[in-house]
């Protein structure tokens, strides 16, 4: 595993911590493309969207900076995308996936189902998770443990 890959975990770490003052579950995202970072954080809550997962804006965010809905590069994400998020992901063009944890409940790269590695998509990513993964996975615990006192 590069080190690049846990300093950019520990980056969108920095930034899922930032969504919990708005309520939302801490997931934070990196993306890399062209030597640009666009960074981003849940952001469910804050909005009233259920669409602004953290991946999700990171994504957008690149293709308006860059004019092209190919965005390519390399995602950090803390947690393991869901459908949505992986389907997003394929469609991007994203080269590399780096995540933390895995989500049993809802994971969609291989935990629950596997959109990224099915052969109906067109696209291929390159995958590494588990990086920090009991960081990124005790950070989601906290979250959840402080939520329901």
């Given at each position: 595993m590069p080190d690049d890959d846990e300093i950019y975990v520990r980056r969108a770490m920095a930034l899922a911590a930032e969504a919990t003052a708005t309520g939302d579950v801490p997931?934070?995202?990196?993306?890399?493309?062209?030597?640009?970072?666009?960074?981003?954080?849940?952001?469910?809550?804050?909005?009233g969207d259920p669409t602004a997962h953290?991946?999700?804006?990171?994504?957008?965010?690149?293709?308006?900076?860059?004019?092209?809905?190919?965005?390519?590069?390399?995602?950090?994400?803390?947690?393991e995308p869901c459908p949505m998020c992986a389907g997003a992901i394929a469609a991007a063009r994203i080269e590399r996936l780096v995540f933390g944890c895995r989500d049993p409940k809802g994971g969609a790269v291989g935990s629950v189902i596997d959109i990224?590695?099915?052969?109906?998509?067109?696209?291929?990513?390159?995958?590494?998770?588990?990086?920090?993964?009991?960081?990124?996975a005790q950070q989601l615990r906290d979250f959840f443990a402080e939520r329901r006192r």
């Open positions: 997931i934070g995202a990196i993306l890399l493309v062209d030597g640009l970072a666009f960074a981003a954080k849940n952001e469910k809550e804050r909005d953290a991946e999700i804006l990171a994504i957008r965010m690149a293709a308006a900076a860059l004019g092209r809905w190919r965005v390519g590069g390399t995602l950090y994400v803390t947690k990224l590695r099915s052969a109906a998509v067109n696209h291929h990513v390159e995958i590494v998770d588990g990086v920090l993964h009991e960081e990124t």
